[in-house]
Every structure is written in structure tokens, then in C-alpha cells.
């Protein structure tokens, strides 16, 4: 591992060939829960036949990590334009990329059990990130947005995203180590993802906001997870107006 200048917003790196290396030791389609690689079996299972491959994220050179902080701002409105497929992975990198070659992330987590899970809504189409080789798993589907703005109390700004970038949660995979914290513990983990994630909008020029006042049940159901997945906090984002 190199070490970047100092104040560069991706400090950690593990040169962008590690994505594809642990992609090559990983199934077809990640299938199962691996802290490194993320489930297929959220949102629907097999619905979430199709992988594709990201392109790799950039780790290096982006805007300085202190300008990035004193930049970040709350933003609700957006230009016109879906977000490119490398930026929607640019930012899934920065919430739950893979950044070392035993699986650890890009934001911290409790005894690396991982219980997040992030998915992407755009107007067409609901990803599910699969961080071992930086991938998702697509499924087709219109609408969700609204849904999802509907169980966040018809907060305008969901519905109106280019994307929504879903940040679920299975606690149960700290229950077991930490029974009575895990919920806590999950909270904290969305919050750590969360400011990551809206860093690197910052620093890719992006609208973003973090929206927490949401029904959990709702959002669950709107996005279509399996039992035992929660929703904790949305992130709309897409080019600024
Ligand atoms: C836990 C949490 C929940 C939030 N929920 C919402 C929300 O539901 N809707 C919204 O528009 N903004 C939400 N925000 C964004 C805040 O309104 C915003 O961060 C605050 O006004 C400070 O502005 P700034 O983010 O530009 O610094 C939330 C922020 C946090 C930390």
C-alpha cells in the first residue's frame, strides 16, 4: 500500500488493479454474504440476476480532502442528466469500497462484520452494490424514487434525485458479537458511510443531502428488501442545477 499526499480526499489506496484481482477471486455474482463482497440476496434475490462490472474507481488526485469538507453543503435541487455509471461507482467506492486485500472498506466498521448494504435508484433501474470487484447487481425497475419519496414523508427532494443512494442495513450480523449495541452500532456505520459518500459528491461537483426522516418499513418496501434488511439513511444526489 502507497501513501498519497497528504489532504487528498482518497487517502487509502490499494491501487485500482486490487478491484479486479478480488473480483477474480470472487463467484459469478458474489452469491451469499461475505463481509468483503455483499449480498445478492437483498432486494428480491434472483431479481437481481444481472452484474455488471463498475469502472474502476479513482483513488488518487481528486480535490483535497479539507477543501472537500469545507465545501460540503447540503443541496436539494438538480440539474438535468442521470449520473454516469463510473460516478455512481465513484461514489459507492467512497461509502463501501473494498480499499485492502482482506476485504476491508472504505469506512470503518464494527469488528468488520459490514452490516450495510448500499443500493442505487435512478429513474430506471435499482442497483445493488457488490464491493468485492466493485460491481452491481441491476435490476429493472421505474418508479422507486417516488415510492422512496413517499415513505420519506413526501420529502420532494427524493423523488426529484437523478439517483438515491440507499444505505440499508442487516443488523442482525452484529448481534451476535454485540446483542444489545447492534442497532446503535448500525446507526453509527450509516453515518460514517453517509459523510463519506457526501465528501465525494463534493469533490465530483455533485448535489447531494443526507436524509434520515424516513418510515424504515416503507423505504424497505419501496426498495424491495428481503427480511431482516432495513433502511437507515438516503442520500439524493445528481448534477448540480
Ligand atoms: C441525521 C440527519 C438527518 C437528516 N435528515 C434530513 C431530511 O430528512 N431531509 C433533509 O432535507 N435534510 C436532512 N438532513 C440534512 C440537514 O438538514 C442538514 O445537514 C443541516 O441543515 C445542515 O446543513 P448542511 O448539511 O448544509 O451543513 C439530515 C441531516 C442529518 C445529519
Redesign the pocket.
Known sequence: MRRLRPGAISVVVVASALAGVLAGGCGEAGRGTSPAGGSTSGAGGQAFGRVVTLPSPTTAGGMPLDQAIAE?????TFGAGDLPLATIGQLLWAGQGVTAADGKRAAPSAGGLYPLELYVVTATQVMHYLPAGHRVAVRDQAGVGRLLQAA??G?Q??GDAPDVIVIAAVPGRLRQRYGGQADRFVDLEA?HV?ENV?LQATASQLAA??????DQAGAAAAVGLPAGETVV??VPVGPRP
Open positions: 460540503r453543503r447540503s443541496q436539494r420519506a414523508h420529502q427532494v427524493v453515518g453517509a457526501l443531502v443526507p436524509v434520515g426522516s424516513i439513511y438516503l
